[in-house]
């Protein structure tokens, strides 16, 4: 017992970070969300379209990061143009892959961070990720929001992403993607519900802790390539 | 009659938090977390988790399960996001063997950090 309490315990004892909240438009929504998220028990979360200013940014807890994501979208001729536009901004970018042809055109460029939960995923796509170093998001919300048929296809859909994922060596994100302050799932919930469709505690740690910090690293202004850094 | 303690099913006893914007009484949540527990893991499934409402005060309560199936209950607490139109959210603060280490580690030592909302009211008072 204390064998199996040793292995699983240093396993949650790491920083959780989730990479994709929905801030409403009111005032306080930033507070209200960075509070739940602490709470839950994340270091730090990335907000998408986050307009922030000093005050807010005082009044994080100690310890708690906030960083700023985009989700790109459009066309598969306009989404190249829309990540360059975002290149050297320092956001974190993400894609959701509804259709073939667009995550195709994200995954051809090199700039994007998250595909998030692609539903027509192949070995061809998976080799582009690869290449290009993206990491494929797997959405915990759509699990807990959906019922019935809904939630079948988002299960077998992550379940054939996590085969790919393994196969290829793809970094893998969980989030909530919470739009509201009571989505949040702490990490432990969330590796039960990956667990679901087959992914394990490691996996799904290293899915919002390691995986999310390697992205944040390489959004940093030291960041130039794998291997080089301004010291 | 008793079962034979050799025949006894072990469990493990998860204390949980509510988060939510209204109320939810004990009735409300039992039949929620039926409703998920079938939904995900089907009439077999639930049989095999065998849960059970031990207390629940409005806020925290601590619910029985195999001892084999804490994540299997975990992800169904995670599943319940809406009671009554109301949205809400489940933490479950930690898993025991016994219900008075779940009540005692978990859910007393939580309320002896939050004050008391009548204490800090006297004290707003009394400024």
Avoid at chain 1, 63 to 80: C, D, N, T, W
Avoid at chain 1, 177 to 204: H, V
Avoid at chain 2, 84 to 89: M, T
Wanted: aromatic share 6%; net charge neutral; charged share 30%.
């Amino acid at each position: 017992m204390k064998a199996l309490l040793s292995q699983t315990m240093p396993l949650f004892n790491a920083k959780f970070f989730d990479l994709m909240v929905h801030l409403p438009d009111d005032k306080g929504s930033l507070a209200q969300f960075v509070s739940a998220a602490d709470e839950f028990g994340y270091s730090g979360i990335a907000a998408l379209d986050l307009k922030y200013n000093g005050t807010d940014m005082d009044q994080l807890p100690s310890g708690f990061s906030l960083f700023s994501a985009v989700e790109v979208s459009g066309k598969p001729s306009r989404l190249r143009d829309e990540i360059k536009k975002y290149k050297d901004t320092g956001d974190i970018l993400i894609t959701r892959g509804r259709d073939e042809e667009v995550i195709r055109a994200a995954l051809e460029t090199q700039r994007l961070d998250i595909l998030l939960q692609p539903v027509k995923f192949n070995n061809v796509l998976s080799k582009l990720a690869s290449d290009n170093s993206i990491a494929l998001g797997f959405n915990i919300g759509s699990i807990i929001h959906t019922r019935g048929d809904d939630r079948i296809m988002e299960l077998r859909t992550m379940r054939t992403n996590l085969k790919y994922a393994r196969k290829y060596e793809l970094q893998m994100v969980l989030t909530c993607e919470p739009y509201s302050p009571y989505d949040f799932r702490s990490p432990r919930e969330a590796a039960a519900l990956a667990g679901l469709f087959g992914m394990r505690p490691k996996e799904a740690v290293d899915a919002m802790s390691s995986v999310p910090l390697d992205i944040i690293r390489k959004k940093s202004p030291e960041y130039i390539q794998e291997g080089i850094e301004i010291i | 009659m008793k079962t034979m303690p050799t025949l006894r099913e072990k469990k493990r006893y998860l204390a949980f938090k509510i988060i939510s914007e209204e109320t939810i009484n004990r009735r409300e949540l039992t039949g929620e977390l039926l409703d998920s527990i079938c939904l995900l893991f089907g009439d077999t499934g639930a049989s095999e988790i065998n849960p059970s409402l031990m207390s629940y005060d409005g806020r925290y309560g601590i619910l029985r399960c195999q001892k084999d199936r804490t994540s299997e209950t975990r992800a169904a607490l995670a599943c319940i996001n809406k009671v009554r139109g109301g949205r809400v959210s489940i933490m479950v603060l930690g898993i025991s063997g016994t219900v008075k280490g779940a009540m005692e580690k978990f859910i007393q030592q939580r309320l002896v950090k939050e004050p008391e909302p009548d204490k800090e009211l006297q004290e707003h008072l009394n400024h």
